[in-house]
């Protein structure tokens, strides 16, 4: 039998009503949720009741979106399913940091609303956007990019698939430029321009909050967006340097498969992560846990492929 990974999804996935029918079956759940709330008052009820306007404010996302994160993985543990390796998409590794135990739930919520505040204050200075470039290569869309003073290339996430950050002025001659090479630019519902140069502030600031943090070392196989490696050396350094750099998607999981995981389980809203793994390898099992019935369904088939 190989490896499990538990993956965890980063901005855009968020939905009004995440994570409410796992707290109605999962008590460990539950217990995440109430967590969350001792921490930052009326996490839940965003989760649960926000309008979409006000879950895609960077500021509200990020906390939560790392809460139902937790709470799905709560819920796989609980019933006896624990990963092997651990991966986060942007604000997702925060979530798989804690996840690993490096740091305990109440330092990585307070982290990760800090990075959400910060990325949001960095966002509002500049008037920028992202977008999904599809059907192009990797290596044509950093061509595209480099013609633009102010488009990068940010989340290389799976064959036929990077995401651009810019400026708007910017990017709609940038769009026209991918379609006429045979793309497609898909924008984001995200409120500025991530993992790119615009975020370098947001970086530095970051990074004096994780000084005053105590970090320890991660108890299960941990990959970092930055290197697209497992972590190692300076954890603070890793995840300062992830929020102004590109998310290197899929050389993780094409490394993870390499050391052995052939099951990939997508812990969080919806199933953006299970796209983009399905696209880098189809000899792996890629399934997801965002409710009830999706957590009953990977239950069933992770003990069957435990058992067989």
């Given amino acids: 039998m190989g490896k499990i990974a538990f993956v965890f999804p980063g901005q855009g996935a968020q939905y009004v009503g995440m994570g409410k029918k796992l707290v109605d079956i999962s008590p460990a759940s539950a217990r995440v949720f109430s967590q969350a709330d001792a921490v930052r008052s009326g996490t839940s009820a965003q989760c649960f009741a926000g309008s979409d306007e006000e879950l895609a404010m960077t500021a509200n996302t990020q906390p939560c979106m790392f809460t139902v994160e937790l709470a799905a993985a709560a819920a796989l543990m609980e019933a006896g399913i624990n990963p092997d390796v651990l991966a986060g998409f942007s604000l997702g590794e925060v979530a798989a940091l804690t996840a690993s135990e490096a740091v305990d739930f109440e330092t990585g919520f307070r982290l990760v609303i800090r990075r959400g505040e910060l990325m949001a204050d960095a966002a509002g200075r500049v008037d920028s956007a992202m977008a999904a470039v599809v059907k192009l290569t990797n290596e044509k869309v950093n061509e595209l990019c480099s013609g633009y003073e102010h488009v990068y290339p940010v989340n290389y996430n799976c064959p036929g698939q990077v995401t651009v950050a810019g400026l708007k002025t910017e990017l709609d001659q940038f769009k026209e430029d991918v379609k006429a090479a045979g793309g497609r630019a898909i924008p984001l519902k995200v409120a500025g321009g991530f993992h790119s140069p615009f975020m370098e502030e947001a970086a530095e600031e970051f990074g004096k909050v994780l000084e005053q943090e105590e970090i320890h070392p991660a108890k299960i196989t941990l990959y970092s967006n930055y290197t697209a490696r497992p972590y190692e ?76």
Avoid at 255 to 278: N, Q, R, T, Y
Wanted: glycine share 10%; net charge negative.
């Fill in 233 to 308: 050396g300076d954890y603070r350094k890793l995840l300062k340097a992830q929020i102004c750099n590109p998310v290197r998607w899929q050389q993780i999981i094409q490394d993870m498969i390499d050391e052995g995981v052939d099951m990939f389980i997508e812990v969080g809203p919806g199933k953006v992560l299970s796209g983009f793994i399905g696209k880098i390898s189809g000899d792996v099992r890629v399934l997801h846990v965002e409710d009830a019935e999706s957590l009953q369904e990977t239950i069933k088939e992770v003990k069957s492929y435990v058992e067989g």
